[in-house]
């Protein structure tokens, strides 16, 4: 069974930096693709970042220079660096976990941004608050 457990959220004030963690498990983590999603209430889950397997990347723009995302395959341990946090970052945060190997460099080749189909499993969400 495929687990999915995201660390790191909390509360900062605007400008400050958090690091979120995500740990898989039962999962072939090394393989495919991750990433990371929000959601504010109830609006629909957006993309924020996401890392295939050979490294490559693809950022949203509202994050694009902000937001680092990074995994450490022999943790099975995926991360998202934020700094200059902005209100607008306030949100639950998803670690994603995909059975594709690339996501981001297609992305990066069509222009279409990833979005919560590519990924199949999911954790339970990080609360990131950012106080203005």
């Known amino acids: 069974q495929v687990q999915v457990v995201e660390s790191g959220g909390g509360s900062v004030e605007t400008g400050g930096a958090l690091r979120l963690s995500c740990v898989t498990s039962?999962?072939?983590?090394?393989?495919?693709?991750m990433g990371w999603f929000r959601q504010v209430g109830m609006m629909e889950r957006e993309y924020v970042a996401v890392i295939d397997s050979d490294g490559s990347t693809t950022y949203a723009e509202s994050v694009k220079g902000r937001f680092t995302i990074t995994r450490d395959k022999a943790k099975n341990t995926l991360y998202l660096d934020m700094k200059i946090l902005k209100p607008e970052d306030t949100a639950m945060y998803y670690c994603?976990?995909?059975?594709?190997?690339?996501?981001?460099?297609?992305?990066?080749?069509?222009?279409?941004?990833?979005?919560?189909?590519?990924?199949?499993?999911w954790g339970q969400g990080t609360q990131v608050t950012v106080s203005s």
């Open positions: 039962g999962y072939g983590y090394s393989n495919y693709a």
């Open positions: 994603a976990a995909s059975r594709l190997d690339s996501i981001a460099g297609i992305a990066t080749y069509t222009g279409k941004q990833p979005i919560e189909g590519d990924f199949h499993y």
